[in-house]
């Protein structure tokens, strides 16, 4: 049986750095696409790593034309809030422009489904909020655009929209922030150092779903294999948590006391940080991925777990 041939946007990231290794274990024949070259090791041995500035339309049409794939997963963009706030303009050409070059290099060299990584931050235009920050306007347009392009010209566009996904390796998300300040705080008590500041929860009763990033990689696959064309799916574990029960069960691993600001007593005493409310899980116009069958296999505790001992071994942006 002929292996599949995947392009990876977004290859060196946290979810992108997970899917390379996922798929390439699976058998997939994998080009990881990537802004600046990793470091020797970085990829499994078979993977072909491709140097590509997805913001340069003609570059992108270069590489998908040596890569020729028969699937994509586009995972590359930026998701920092207070960034896009500071230059949303590389917030639209990273999310929006990017993703339209890759659509029509793909659409001039006709490949395999294609499976665009949407965001829970989206928002819904023409409501009277409008959008909350910049982040969430480009990823707004991304899925549009990418939805617009499978109907006007008949690619095999698919959208996932993945919750907060935490794990081992290099993520800049709240879980990962909360280990490393835990594994400095180890430090600093076993070397008899002041402890860090503390860590300030801005409110412990902002509900959040969680969700293992390798379980997310899994409900991508099954997308691809199996997704409708046209259609969004939701990802997440169904279940919502706390910040401040999250922040517990992580700390339950701490071998040293770890400072820490829980915020106001009460809910509703501290503001949500600006775009970090999540939207209605209830979305009637986006499918669930466990409806193709996928589940979570990943337990909440083992991920905590793992993204502590991540910390702990000093691998500094590797998985491996």
Known sequence: MKARRLLITGAAGFTGAHAVRYFHAAGAEVTAVVRRPAAAGFW?????QQVCDLSDRRAVAAMVAEAGPDEVLHLAGRNSVPESWRDPLLYMETNVMATLYLLEALRARPAGRILVAGSRLKYRPGTAAGPPHPYSLSKTLEELVSLAWGTLFKQPVLLAEPCNLIGPGPSTGFCTLLAQHTVRSEAAAASGAEAPPAFRLSSRHALRDFLDVRDAVRAYDYILLSGTEGTVY???SGTQRTLGDISAKLL???KAPVPMDWGPDAPGQAPEPSGAAQPDAADEAVENAAALGWKPEISLERSLQEIVDYCRSG??????
Do not use: C, F, T, Y
């Open 44 to 48: 499994p041995e078979g993977v072909k």
């Open 234 to 236: 939701r990802i997440d």
């Open 252 to 254: 339950v691993h701490a």
């Open 315 to 320: 691998r500094e942006g590797r998985l491996s």
